[in-house]
T-cell receptor
Framework: QKEVEQDPGPLSVPEGAIVSLNCTYS??????FMWYRQYSRKGPELLMY????GNKEDGRFTAQVDKSSKYISLFIRDSQPSDSATYLC??????????????FGTGTQLKVEL | NAGVTQTPKFQVLKTGQSMTLQCAQD?????MYWYRQDPGMGLRLIYYSASEGTTDKGEVPNGYNVSRLNKREFSLRLESAAPSQTSVYFC????????????FGPGTRLTVT
């Protein structure tokens, strides 16, 4: 069983729809929970992060963490064609000697259509 | 401020050939990482360097070696390439205020025939 599970999609929605992306995880040592966005043929870039259970909002994006259920979500309101990308969840645990190890989900491919 | 840069962008190798992927960051970050990304597998950590002078194995280190040349540069070497190493390779760094935020380079697309 993978430490992080994410539905790969693809997910196709009309412009203006609310999008829900989800990941589940099994490792209780994960401390930080992140969402990265990756456009085609580009490197991932950090979209949002959360530390504790609860919600965090940034513009049209809301990240939600439920540590008791080991479940995280990303909601995108009023989705735009420019949101079309692959969304990767990632979870962080400290590495021996410093730094952080990120464990990634496989990514969900999202397409927002006009 | 270029962030994280990687060279080359594309490479085709024959089985058994060797090559080095180069990575550099100009953000004065302490930690650097090498990942590979394969369809259906997500990003997997190959090697990392928590600080200058140290390197450690990640999840999938077999067939690779790394060198942390200085604080800026972290290279990944394939000594004898195999078709199973066909992948997209990403370098990342971290070390700013947010230690969990990794900054990624644009990637190197490697094909081994």
């Amino acid at each position: 069983q993978k430490e992080v599970e994410q539905d790969p999609g693809p997910l196709s929605v009309p412009e203006g729809a609310i999008v829900s992306l989800n990941c589940t995880y099994s490792n209780s040592a994960f401390q930080y929970f992140m969402w990265y966005r990756q456009y085609s043929r580009k490197g991932p870039e950090l979209l949002m992060y959360t530390y504790s259970s609860g919600n965090k909002e940034d513009g049209r994006f809301t990240a939600q963490v439920d540590k008791s259920s080991k479940y995280i979500s990303l909601f995108i309101r009023d989705s735009q064609p420019s949101d079309s990308a692959t969304y990767l969840c990632a979870m962080s645990a400290e590495l021996t000697g410093g730094g952080n190890k990120l464990t990634f989900g496989t990514g969900t491919q999202l397409k927002v259509e006009l | 401020n270029a962030g994280v840069t990687q060279t080359p962008k594309f490479q085709v190798l024959k089985t058994g050939q060797s090559m080095t992927l180069q990575c550099a960051q100009d953000m004065n970050h302490n930690s650097m990482y090498w990942y590979r990304q394969d369809p259906g597998m997500g990003l997997r950590l190959i090697y990392y360097s928590a600080s200058e002078g140290t390197t450690d194995k990640g999840e999938v280190p077999n067939g690779y070696n790394v060198s942390r040349l200085n604080k800026r540069e972290f290279s990944l070497r394939l000594e004898s390439a195999a078709p199973s190493q066909t992948s997209v390779y990403f370098c990342a760094s971290t070390g700013g205020t947010n230690l969990y935020e990794q900054y990624f380079g644009p990637g190197t697309r490697l094909t081994v025939t």
